[in-house]
């Protein structure tokens, strides 16, 4: 069954440090999105991106943050300078032209020293 | 704002039947969502309600009623293996449209 994947797993780095988080969605799939999920706490939509471009953003995706779809697979996220709450679960999704959910990847959990 | 509303915690016996209620109050309504997440994993899709009435999946089902803004989700036959978070998920428009999410129910089933 085809799933979405993420890379890496986990990673830690440090307070001003960029970070890049993977993504290949499932082939077919049209619309894409990131969530991140801080310990403990709810789910929470960053950003979607259909036919390259940036759809819909949250107030948390802000100028640190940004998407690209940089070849046919792969969909990253990029937050130029962490800083420690930005120390969460982030998880990539993508869908069909949406009729039902999305499907989400395992997460990258990300630890900001 | 958008609010969506769910028990934090529950705790239910092995075989029993249990619902996860959730209620939303959104500025929009475009189809409502139910994922299971065990802890350190991804939420994974479980039902989707879009029109009022019950939609049945195996030992899961899930109920909506728009008017109330009001859902729940029912599990049957209750196993160790349900012991997770159930999330509740609302899709404001239609399109391209991310998911507003609950924090979640922390359902706990004991033998």
């Known amino acids: 069954e085809p799933e979405v994947t993420q890379t890496p797993s986990h990673q830690v780095t440090q307070m001003g440090q960029e970070v890049i988080l993977r993504c290949v969605p499932i082939s077919n799939h049209l619309y894409f999105y990131w969530y991140r999920q801080i310990l403990g706490q709810k789910v929470e939509f960053l950003v979607s991106?259909?036919?390259?471009?940036?759809?819909?953003k949250s107030e948390i995706f802000d100028d640190q943050f940004s998407v690209e779809r940089p070849d046919g697979s792969n969909f990253t996220l990029k937050i130029r300078s962490t800083k420690l709450e930005d120390s969460a679960m982030y998880f990539c999704?993508?869908?069909?032209?949406?009729?039902?959910?999305?499907?989400f990847g395992p997460g990258t959990r990300l630890t900001v020293l | 704002g958008q609010n969506i509303d769910q028990p934090t915690e529950m705790t239910a016996t092995e075989g029993a039947i249990v619902q996860i209620n959730c209620t939303y109050q959104?500025?929009?309504?475009?189809?409502l969502f139910w994922y299971q997440q065990h802890a350190g994993e991804a939420p994974t899709f479980l039902s989707y309600n879009v029109l009022d009435g019950l939609e049945e999946k195996g030992r899961f089902s899930s109920f909506l009623s728009r008017s109330k803004g009001y859902s729940y989700l029912l599990l049957k036959e209750l196993q160790m293996k349900d012991s997770a978070s159930y999330l509740c998920a609302v899709r404001l428009n239609s399109g391209n449209t991310p998911l507003v999410f609950g924090k979640g129910t922390r359902l706990s089933v004991i033998a």
């Open positions: 959104t500025s929009g309504f475009n189809g």
């Open positions: 991106f259909y036919n390259n471009e940036i759809s819909e």
């Open positions: 999704a993508s869908s069909e032209p949406p009729t039902e959910s999305g499907f």
